[in-house]
């Protein structure tokens, strides 16, 4: 009888190729597949590209806006026999890029050509990746957009896109007609509502009222040469000059507390609380006391415009709650020194302060008193005099923010030799350009009160 060979029969044999193929699928796909380990890190390759990209393009549209501010600004010296400024400096050559963020791409070497908008990732980024240098419209990244909106896309091997950034400036956002400004106001139980515009000084020319309601109006500075120094006398009061400009600029609505969006075209140079505590009555032709119920009224600026204005006084508006960032040409006509001195102070309903509210007005040479009161202001925003680099003057300019919980600005380090100033010492601190006594007076609930000198937050009697 014959031993027995021992051996793998043909049917064990193909059971462990299956087994083998089936193991082989598995692995495959685990480094592989959509979740697999191979895609995992390929995928994070490509995020960690893009994130770069991002970053990148970020901190390059930042410099853009810094350049764009402040390199045609020159020196800025204050004309005594004006008052007004007067920017000397010639504009240097390579200010021309700054027509748009491409432009400013295209001298920085970090896109291809304004038309493709292809970026070169490696100048852009400051360092080699492998993703986004692809040639053709492959695996590459692309700026486009026009002026205030921007997008970058990323094509991948396939030609398919990826928006990873994407920024939207104050130009991309439609005020319609920028020559007018807009406000938001309250027609209280007499319907009455005064505009803040004084009549001397506010507007030239022709401006037309849009009351909101279906009213329009126009205003010519004629109107007011037929009304100056009119003598009225109303309920046996103490006979004043008429005010002629409110008496054009005034509105009865029919309906009681509500809102409307009032909308005002034309050259105006001023904004003043005060014009809506009087105005002369449309049939009697006297003037007529309305102390406080007009700035009462006030309860948004929607739109500043581009109207020339040159001076913002809002003070004691106490339901102002809220008002817009500027375009960038609202505020470059303010005046330096009183151009927002007071200008919300006493507005006891203001919640927040835009961040760009001052960027585009490097004129300003004092703050003193703006936010004065603003007992509802939680925060000050830490960029919002960074464009503002000639202030002289500080002085009171968040007093009696009671609400205020962030961090103060820290204004004084702009004091040369700020440190070797002793914080307690108020002596110090005096006669120091900016000059910031009691900037932060009563702001106890700033985080960073302890570190604001004595002299930037001592009360003054009153």
């Given at each position: 009888?014959?031993?027995?060979?021992?051996?793998?029969?043909?049917?064990?044999l193909?059971?462990?190729?299956?087994?083998?193929?089936?193991?082989?699928?598995?692995?495959?796909?685990?480094?592989?597949?959509?979740?697999?380990?191979?895609?995992?890190?390929?995928?994070?390759?490509?995020?960690?590209?893009?994130?770069?990209?991002k970053?990148?393009?970020?901190?390059?549209?930042?410099?853009?806006q810094?350049?764009?501010?402040?390199?045609?600004?020159?020196?800025?010296?204050?004309?005594?026999?004006t008052?007004?400024?007067?920017?000397?400096?010639?504009?240097?050559?390579?200010?021309?890029?700054?027509?748009?963020?491409?432009?400013?791409?295209?001298?920085k070497?970090?896109?291809?050509?304004?038309?493709t908008?292809?970026?070169?990732?490696?100048?852009?980024?400051?360092?080699?990746?492998?993703?986004?240098?692809?040639?053709?419209?492959?695996?590459?990244?692309?700026?486009?957009?026009?002026?205030?909106?921007?997008?970058?896309?990323?094509?991948?091997?396939?030609?398919?896109?990826?928006?990873?950034?994407?920024?939207?400036?104050?130009?991309?956002?439609?005020?319609?007609?920028?020559?007018?400004?807009?406000m938001?106001?309250?027609?209280?139980?007499?319907?009455?509502?005064?505009?803040?515009?004084?009549?001397?000084?506010?507007?030239?020319?022709?401006?037309?009222?849009?009351w909101?309601?279906?009213?329009?109006?126009?205003?010519?500075?004629?109107?007011?040469?037929?009304?100056?120094?009119?003598?009225?006398?109303?309920?046996?009061?103490?006979?004043?000059?008429?005010?002629?400009?409110?008496?054009?600029?005034?509105?009865?609505?029919?309906?009681?507390?509500?809102?409307?969006?009032?909308?005002?075209?034309?050259?105006?140079?001023?904004?003043?609380?005060?014009?809506?505590?009087?105005?002369?009555?449309?049939?009697?032709?006297?003037?007529?006391?309305?102390?406080?119920?007009g700035?009462?009224?006030?309860?948004?600026?929607?739109?500043?415009?581009?109207?020339?204005?040159?001076?913002?006084?809002?003070?004691?508006?106490?339901?102002?709650?809220?008002?817009?960032?500027?375009?960038?040409?609202?505020?470059?006509?303010?005046?330096?020194?009183?151009?927002?001195?007071?200008?919300?102070?006493?507005?006891?309903?203001?919640?927040?302060?835009?961040?760009?509210?001052?960027?585009?007005?490097?004129?300003?040479?004092?703050?003193?008193?703006?936010?004065?009161?603003?007992?509802?202001?939680?925060?000050?925003?830490?960029?919002?005099?960074?464009?503002?680099?000639?202030?002289?003057?500080?002085?009171?300019?968040?007093?009696?923010?009671?609400?205020?919980?962030?961090?103060?600005?820290?204004?004084?380090?702009?004091?040369?030799?700020?440190?070797?100033?002793?914080?307690?010492i108020?002596?110090?601190?005096?006669?120091?350009?900016?000059?910031?006594?009691?900037?932060?007076?009563?702001?106890?609930?700033?985080?960073?009160?302890?570190?604001?000198?004595?002299?930037?937050?001592?009360?003054?009697?009153?």
């Amino acid at each position: 009888m014959k031993g027995k060979q021992k051996g793998i029969t043909l049917i064990a044999l193909v059971i462990t190729i299956i087994v083998l193929l089936i193991l082989a699928g598995v692995s495959i796909a685990t480094l592989t597949g959509q979740n697999g380990v191979l895609t995992q890190a390929n995928n994070a390759k490509i995020a960690q590209a893009h994130g770069n990209v991002k970053d990148s393009m970020a901190l390059a549209y930042n410099e853009y806006q810094l350049e764009k501010q402040t390199q045609n600004v020159g020196k800025i010296e204050k004309v005594a026999s004006t008052s007004k400024i007067e920017i000397k400096g010639k504009r240097k050559n390579y200010l021309a890029r700054l027509d748009t963020f491409l432009d400013f791409l295209l001298d920085k070497g970090y896109i291809e050509s304004k038309e493709t908008g292809k970026i070169i990732v490696d100048k852009l980024t400051g360092a080699h990746q492998v993703i986004g240098n692809g040639k053709g419209e492959t695996d590459i990244y692309k700026i486009e957009g026009t002026e205030g909106t921007y997008k970058v896309k990323y094509y991948n091997n396939q030609g398919s896109e990826e928006e990873i950034w994407t920024v939207t400036g104050d130009e991309s956002k439609p005020q319609g007609n920028t020559k007018s400004i807009k406000m938001i106001v309250n027609s209280g139980e007499d319907g009455l509502v005064l505009l803040p515009f004084d009549y001397e000084i506010s507007y030239t020319g022709t401006i037309t009222i849009n009351w909101g309601d279906g009213a329009t109006e126009e205003v010519t500075d004629e109107n007011v040469a037929t009304s100056k120094g009119k003598i009225a006398s109303i309920n046996n009061s103490v006979k004043v000059a008429a005010r002629a400009y409110a008496t054009e600029c005034y509105h009865i609505y029919e309906g009681k507390n509500k809102e409307f969006e009032v909308e005002i075209e034309g050259k105006i140079t001023e904004i003043n609380s005060s014009a809506c505590t009087r105005y002369k009555n449309k049939e009697t032709g006297y003037s007529v006391d309305y102390i406080d119920e007009g700035r009462e009224k006030i309860l948004e600026i929607t739109q500043w415009g581009e109207t020339g204005l040159e001076e913002v006084h809002l003070s004691e508006c106490t339901n102002l709650r809220k008002i817009a960032s500027p375009s960038k040409n609202s505020f470059i006509n303010i005046d330096p020194e009183y151009g927002f001195g007071s200008a919300f102070s006493g507005c006891t309903s203001l919640t927040e302060i835009p961040a760009d509210l001052f960027s585009n007005c490097p004129q300003i040479t004092s703050f003193e008193r703006t936010f004065y009161a603003c007992r509802t202001l939680t925060e000050i925003p830490q960029t919002l005099f960074d464009n503002c680099l000639n202030v002289e003057s500080f002085s009171h300019t968040f007093e009696g923010c009671t609400g205020l919980t962030g961090n103060a600005i820290p204004l004084w380090e702009r004091i040369e030799g700020y440190e070797n100033l002793d914080l307690n010492i108020e002596s110090d601190w005096e006669n120091k350009i900016p000059n910031g006594i009691s900037c932060y007076a009563s702001c106890e609930g700033l985080k960073n009160y302890n570190l604001i000198p004595i002299y930037w937050k001592k009360r003054l009697p009153i």
